[in-house]
T-cell receptor
Framework: EAQVTQNPRYLITVTGKKLTVTCSQNMNHEYMSWYRQDPGLGLRQIYYSMNVEVTDKGDVPEGYKVSRKEKRNFPLILESPSPNQTSLYFC??????????????FGPGTRLTVL | GQQVMQIPQYQHVQEGEDFTTYCNSSTTLSNIQWYKQRPGGHPVFLIQLVKSGEVKKQKRLTFQFGEAKKNSSLHITATQTTDVGTYFCAGGDSNYQLIWGAGTKLIIKP
């Protein structure tokens, strides 16, 4: 089944404790991205990647890191999480490097709480 | 930076009433996509519009892209409980990225 998977689905952590949210897609998509969703603000892009070893900042990259060592995986790293990073996070992928024209396929989401 | 404004933020309707959400951009968009997010779920692609003045229909849903490619709307006729969720638009910008609206939450009154 074609899908985007994220782990963990729920995470409660404390300020400053490094964490990684994994994202994997099995559709051989070139483009992957991370979003955070907060009430009233919709989806805001954190980082995106147009291909392996190519990553770029989105609208709200501060406090986050990503890597794209393999085509299928695009982990999101929070080196020192803070309470303002409490949010619902979505990973998404699309077929081509021109993200604007392709359907975005979203993972199920990761609800992160930073105490 | 480029923004896509989406209104209203919420809309309460009685089952059977119509629902409309609007998206407006300050600059010309290359395309616009619409997504639906059910409560507790993730956004799911509904449709893409590319041409100026384009209108597409999916059963009770009608999608429009403005002549100037700066605005778009989604209209649902005779809402049903299965329509509940948040509807997002996302417009393609000049940097090959999608700019997302904040979403309109459709709430069906009991």
């Amino acid at each position: 089944e074609a899908q985007v998977t994220q782990n963990p689905r729920y995470l409660i952590t404390v300020t400053g404790k490094k964490l990684t949210v994994t994202c994997s897609q099995n559709m051989n998509h070139e483009y992957m991205s991370w979003y955070r969703q907060d009430p009233g603000l919709g989806l805001r892009q954190i980082y995106y990647s147009m291909n392996v070893e190519v990553t770029d900042k989105g609208d709200v990259p501060e406090g986050y890191k990503v890597s794209r060592k393999e085509k299928r995986n695009f982990p999101l790293i929070l080196e020192s999480p803070s309470p303002n990073q409490t949010s619902l996070y979505f990973c998404a992928s699309s077929l081509s490097t021109s993200g604007r024209f392709d359907t975005q396929y979203f993972g199920p989401g990761t609800r992160l709480t930073v105490l | 930076g480029q923004q896509v404004m989406q209104i209203p933020q919420y809309q309460h309707v009685q089952e059977g009433e119509d629902f409309t959400t609007y998206c407006n951009s300050s600059t010309t968009l290359s395309n616009i996509q619409w997504y639906k997010q059910r409560p507790g779920g993730h956004p799911v692609f509904l449709i893409q519009l590319v041409k100026s003045g384009e209108v597409k229909k999916q059963k009770r849903l009608t999608f429009q892209f403005g002549e100037a490619k700066k605005n778009s709307s989604l209209h649902i006729t005779a809402t049903q409980t299965t329509d509940v969720g948040t509807y997002f638009c996302a417009g393609g910008d000049s940097n090959y990225q999608l700019i997302w609206g904040a979403g309109t939450k459709l709430i069906i009154k009991p």
